[in-house]
Structures are given as C-alpha cells and as structure tokens.
C-alpha cells in the first residue's frame, strides 16, 4: 500500500505550470520494492536499488557491503512479520533507510537503519549486530531501540525521556534515524485508527518536530509538519490544499516571471548561478495565507539562488539590491551569524510594479544540503581518534554537534530532578525563534528570542554567572531583567567574590533552561541562604533608614568644611555661600555670582547653574580658594541590587578617611539603587580616590559628584 493510499496529507504530484517548480529533497517515496528470496553473496539485492542509487549519489565510492549484509540479515529476521496496512514490515526498514539516503547520510548510519528494529522485534541481539557490523552500527542500534521504549506523551516519564536523551545526543545519527523512523510511520498513519492517529500527531508535534528543526533537518521537518496538519486540521488542511492547487492551474505564474529576471540580472553580471524555485510547503502556505489573507501568485513559493563561493551570496544580493526594487526589512544575513540549526543563508526579498513580492534565498551548495539535511549531512563525525587522545568506552565527542544540542547535554547533568529537566526541555522545544546577540569580544550567543541579560549570562559564564552584577547593552547600563534583542551587543558585569550568589528574583527572568536551573540547583543547595535573601532585603531597608538617620545629628554640630575663610572674593564686605547644587570643595574650579542681600554664591565652572545665571544676565564675581585641606563633599552612587553592597561600600569610604555626614538610600528600582552621601574629607586632594574606591566596589557602576539644580 502507497504512502498516498493510506495517508491523506501527501499532496502527490501536481501537474501544470507548477511542473516547472523545483521540489525540495523528495522524501514522499516509500522505498518499496519487490522482495527477493536469499541473495548470494557477490550481488546486491534488487530491494536495496533504490537506496544504493540515493546513497551513490552522495558516495560514489561509499563500501556497499555492510548494506548489502545488514539486508539479508534484516529481511530474513523480519520475514513474516506484517505492518497494520498488509505489507511485509520489511518495507519499513527499507523506507526509513531510503529517506536517510537521500538526505545523505553516510553507510554507518544507513546500516544501522536497516537493523533499527531488529532487536526490538526479532531474536536478533545487540552482541550480534556488534560482532557482524562493529560497534559504531552497535551503538546506533541500541540508541534507537531504547528511543522505541520511550513514551514521549503528556504521562512520559521524565527519567526516561532523560536517559534517553543522554544515550542519544552523544551521537546525532541516533536521532536522525528516529526521526525517519517517524516520518514514515507518520506517512503510513491512514490505517490506524482516529484517535490514535490524533495522539501520535500531537507527539510528532510536541516533541520529535521542534527536535527536527534544532537539529536542522528541514526537509524531514516540513514533511512531518504537512503530515500533522493534515490530521490534526483537516478542514484548513484541505482548504490549504485548495489554494495550492488552484494557484498550480492559473496560465501565468510570477514567479517564473521574477525568477527569468534574476536569471538575466545574473547572467549580465557574470555571476554563476543556478536560480530555481521552491514551493511552500502546506503549513508554510498556511502562515502565509493567515498573516497576509488574500494570497498572491508570488506567495507559493520562494526563490533559491544557489552559488559555487561564499563571496557569490553577496555579489547576488549586491546585484538584486542594485537592479530590482528590494524590500529592506526582509533582509537577513545567516551566513555571517549562522542560525543555532547549522543553517546558512542569505534572504531578501524583491518587489514588482504591479505590487508581487518574491523572497529569495541565496546559498552555496554546500549550504544548501546542510540546510535540508542538517546533522544528516555531516557523514561521520566519529572518525577514530589518534590512540592518545582515545576516549574512554563509550564516551563520545561531537566536534559538529550544534550548539543546541550541546547546551542540552550540558544543563541535563545539572538539573536538580527529572521533573525539572523535563519541564525547562519542553519549554526549550517550544521556542521556535532564536536570536543571535554579540559580545564586545566579536563572539556571539545563540539565545531564544525572550531571552534576558541573566539568560545571556548563564550561556556564556554557566554556574559562574552567579557572580553577575549588570550589564550594558548596546552600551547602556542595563538590568538583568532586560530582554534582549536579535543584534544587541552585550558585556555582562561580573563581580570579583567568589562567593556571589545568584537572586531568587532571578528565575522571574530566566527563560533558558541552563539559566533556570543552575539558578535553581544553587537554591536548592543553599537553602538557608535563599532564605536569607529574603531576610537581607528586609534588613537593607532597615540599614538604609538607619544609615539616613545616623549621621544627621553630626551635620547640625560644627563641622570643618570650606568657609568664608577657605574663599577669596574680589567683592568688599561680600558673604559667601557655598552653592548646594553642585556642593564645591577644593581644588575645583569655581566662580562666583552675587544675589540678594551682599551675598556671593559660589559654584563649580561646570554646574549647571552658571549657564542659567549668566544668560539671566548675572555678573560674575572672581573667587579663588584659600589655604584649606579640609572639605564636606556630597557624592551620589548608583549600582546594582546585592547582597552586603552597604557594609561593602561604608567600608570602602571608611578606608579612605571619609566621614559619612549623613546618607540616604533610595527604594531599589528595576534591581538598581541610587545612593546620595554628605561626606567629610581631611584632605581635598584625597577625593578622586575616595571616588575611585567607591566605584570599585562590585555593584557600584557609577559616582558622581552631586548636582542638584533645584538645591
């Protein structure tokens, strides 16, 4: 029985102008072929001819052997055993192993394909795939057949699903073949009844899909996700299906048409390229049409440049920028910050007179396959290692492994339970967007889009992130809770005690798994002290209120500070007042204005208020210090929330002979607090260390001297 007997969502061919389309990689074939009795040893079954022929095509010179072997020792294990829709179950293998062939994977993983139900369904044992085929094709097999036993549904136990994806992400191919697995099974879904056909759809959507498109393997994940549609939203699948079709029968087609004229901007340009176009697939054509409403020619499909060299993808873009109108907002550059999937492309989009746009993709070849067959692509990324850098059984190191996968495996071994790791996993796969933020270094952090500074923080530092105290972005001073954006640049601040603690507030604006349970290992670890966090804020208040209060009485009592006696005035019989907008102590620069009552104000040259007195048509009085050591400064500091920043920062200004006149602490803001201090100093000339001490204080990003124009 046909793929498209048993399954209504594979769309079959479509005939018309639509003909002249170039399809993605053709995954709709079944694989099947007529079966044969007992092969002899020096010819290969005919069964297998399809998948030599896809596999050949990859590897001209690829050892057909182990495939031919694992066949017949497949067929003959295999042989009597049917599927639900009356085909012998050799077909399965078969058509799993046909999809990987094509994608282009390597003749180990295609071995293993062929076997993946062998030891799940037959006597055949993991001992003797090892001893016939090695023990990479052993390895392969295991993985899948311990996937086979994992109930992926809202009941799946989450230590499985763990253990499962510790056994498989050590080597993607494992993956890659559960998922072909599925895809087949998915095309073969019509025989099994509706309700089941419903629960396997909504696994395929939860969970093996987002798996699909982190791993890059589009050409499985835009065929699974036409599958599902199909079942799980029959009527907009049909209705979806009406559009395709009656767009295929329309006598023009604009895309061929803005397709002709990129090939002839090209052409006179000497670019070598090969332009072709690909049609949306069902779900795609559906976003369009539910995002845009009324759907146009130009709406079906997309443009795929392809090149020979990286360099050709700008000329293309250059040229298409420079010869057609294009549409500004739909560039993307993914070539020069690659998407976390291995993805690499350029897109862009031009735009006709009578109102059709066309996006357009431009790639090299090399990124064209990488794009379809993602981690499928990569051959074999376990070739023997020298004998001194072996790795110890069973112990495996992906050096092509994407960086998802990575980040995976490194937060699983931290989460504190199987529920958490299974919770932060499903809210991972349930990002389908991620953005791409710089460090000031020139490297990048791949992030989902929501993402924050402590996200950000946690991706590039781990568990050492819980020394993180702020950050600028784009060069401001930003909060930990500040959401990110795709292109921001971002330098996280990092405190210099080693024994920093991360917030509870921060899990409010944590949305990366390895963000969200370092924080919550570290809290559970140190449950007294996420107690005292709490405790520590209560008592900030309390210190604060105390800190203002304090110092008060002292400012009342003489004090030494500039006086009259510290000031020269070119002005007989003048009082000086020292101005309590900008508070000037020596050695400032500083000028003077007389206002009522013979009285002299001084300020500091830069304040504010000078500019205002001079255009109000004040005069100017020339005042100049005199022989003073001493001087009463009020300082404003700014930083970030944390704990022990008051005790730190008192004793800070406590070890530069500064005397706190008086204080005040304002309510923290958005995880910032700004600090006001009336402090006495012995010696003027000791202030810019004073403030240098004060910023160096981890938390403290900035002090400043008062300026208060409306003092």
Known sequence: ???????????????????????????????????????????????????????????????????????????????????????????????????????????????????????????????????????????????????????????????????????????????????????????????????????????????????????????????????????????????????IVDNASRADDPLAEIADEVRGVLRDADIPAEVVIRPRHFVSVHRVARKRGQLRGSDFGRLLVLVNEDADCYGVLGELHTCMTPVVSEFKDFIAVPKFNLYQSLHTAVARADGQVAEVLIRTHQMHKAAEAGVVALGNPYAPPPEEHTPADGERVDPTRPGWLSRLLDWQEAAPDPDTFWSTLREDLAQDREITVFRPDGGTLGLPEGATCVDAAYAQYGEDAHACIGARVNGRLATLSTVLRDGDTVQLLMGQDPASEPSREWLE?????????????????????????????ERAQETDEELSAAPRPAAEGPTSRPTTDDITVDQAGATVRLAGCCTPVPPDEVTGFAVRGGVVTVHRVECAAVERMKSGGRAEVDVRWGDTTECRVTLLAESFVRPHLLADLTEAMALEGAEIVSATVEPPTQQRVRHTYTLQLPDAAHLPALMRAMRNVPGVYDVSRAQTPGA
């Open 1 to 243: 029985m046909s793929a498209e007997a048993t399954n209504p969502a594979t769309p079959g061919p479509v005939s018309g102008p639509a003909a002249r389309w170039r399809a993605r990689i053709d995954l709709r074939r079944l694989g099947r072929a007529a079966l044969l009795g007992p092969a002899t040893r020096d010819r290969l079954p005919s069964a297998i001819s399809h998948v030599v022929d896809a596999h050949r095509a990859h590897y001209p010179s690829a050892d057909l052997e182990p495939l031919r072997r694992a066949y017949v020792l497949a067929e003959s294990s295999h042989r009597g055993q049917m599927r639900k829709s009356g085909e012998p179950y050799i077909t399965h293998p078969l058509a799993v192993t046909l999809i990987l062939a094509e994608l282009g994977a390597e003749t180990t993983t295609l071995t293993a394909s062929l076997l993946h139900d062998t030891v799940e369904d037959t006597d055949v044992t993991l001992d003797q795939v090892g001893e016939q085929f090695g023990s990479e094709v052993r390895y392969l097999v295991d993985g899948v057949t311990k996937l086979e036993k994992v109930d992926y549904g809202a009941a799946a136990e989450p230590e499985t699903f763990r253990k499962m994806l510790v056994a498989t992400g050590s080597d993607v191919r494992v993956m890659s073949i559960k998922l072909a697995d599925r895809l087949h099974n998915m095309r073969t879904l019509g025989v099994m009844r509706p309700e089941k056909q419903a629960r396997i759809a909504k696994v395929t959507r939860d969970v093996l899909i987002p798996l699909a498109e982190r791993l890059g393997v589009q050409a499985l994940k835009t065929e699974l996700e036409d599958l599902v549609f199909a079942i799980l939203h029959p009527e907009e699948y049909e209705h979806t299906r009406e559009l």
């Open 509 to 537: 604006h944590a949305h990366t798994p390895a963000a969200r349970i370092a924080i919550q290992r570290w809290l559970a670890a140190h449950p007294t002290h996420a107690e005292a966090q709490e405790e520590e804020q």
